[in-house]
């Protein structure tokens, strides 16, 4: 396949929520190609369909119309089981919430994934050290998420993405609770895995400066903006 082939592909993909009169339309007919290696900023209005888009690239939900194909394959036809599977292989997910355990130190939050799909615990530390290493904290293994400062433990949430190695980084927000500059540390570890390591990552973003220096920003509109007889 040549470089830059597309890693993600939606075809139509159209979702809402909800049924009758308290039906929302959030995506209608969307096509997008997010392409190998490639850091994609995803904008929009607050309420225009941003969780959702990742949620559906991330196989967390299904679309109501339309294909979705990872790597080569139509994963909108999977069942709930080789869903699960291919999630906890080929996506990592981080959100503007870190979700780490809080009974677990930093290692083993890392390892967490590791130790799911069947690794013996040794090892999966070993590799929760390695990846603490490269997202900075190599001297925070044994601390608690509450030991961390807000930047840490998001840094945590990206090396435990990433514990499978999955081709696919989808981050929703992962700076929104952060400061200006652990905002800026999250996004340059980020570009630093793309350079280093051919990771691609969709950015779920509201910071215009971010999305800038995103390879691409694919700006999400409010469906329904055509005027229509009430
Ligand atoms: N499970 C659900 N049930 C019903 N409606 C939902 C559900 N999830 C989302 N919605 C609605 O779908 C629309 C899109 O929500 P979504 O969370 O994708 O927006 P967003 O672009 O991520 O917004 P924000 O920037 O505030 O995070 C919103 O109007 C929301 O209320
Ligand atoms: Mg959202």
């Known amino acids: 396949m040549s470089e830059g082939a597309p890693i993600v592909v939606l075809e139509g993909v159209s979702k809402g929520y909800g049924e009758g009169a308290n ?4 995506l209608r007919d969307l096509d997008l190609e997010v392409h190998r290696g490639e850091l994609l900023a995803v904008v929009g209005p607050s309420g225009v369909g941003k969780s959702t888009l990742l949620h559906l690239m991330g196989l967390l939900d299904r679309p109501d119309a339309g294909r979705i194909i990872l790597g080569d394959r139509d994963v909108s036809t999977l069942d709930q089981e080789a869903r699960a599977r291919a999630r906890n292989r080929e996506i990592g997910f981080v959100f503007q919430y870190h979700y780490l355990l809080d009974e677990l ?11 799911i799909a069947g690794r013996r615990t040794e090892a999966a530390r070993g590799r929760a050290r390695e990846l603490l290493e490269r997202v900075g904290l190599a001297d925070r293994g044994h601390h608690f998420p509450d030991q961390l400062s807000g930047g840490e433990q998001q840094r945590v949430a990206v090396a435990r993405a990433l514990a499978m190695e999955p081709p696919l980084l989808l981050a929703d927000e992962p700076t929104g609770n952060l400061d200006r500059n652990n905002a800026e540390k999250l996004f340059s570890l980020v570009g630093e895995l793309h350079l280093l390591e051919g990771l691609t990552s969709v950015i779920v973003t509201h910071n215009e400066e971010m999305a800038g220096r995103c390879d691409r920003v694919f ?11 009430v």
Not at 23 to 26: D, H, S
Not at 105 to 113: G, I, S
């Open 219 to 229: 700006r999400l509109a409010p469906v329904g903006d055509e005027s229509r007889d």
């Open 23 to 26: 039906r929302v339309e959030v």
């Open 105 to 115: 130190n930093a290692v083993d939050n890392v390892a967490l994934p590791l130790r």
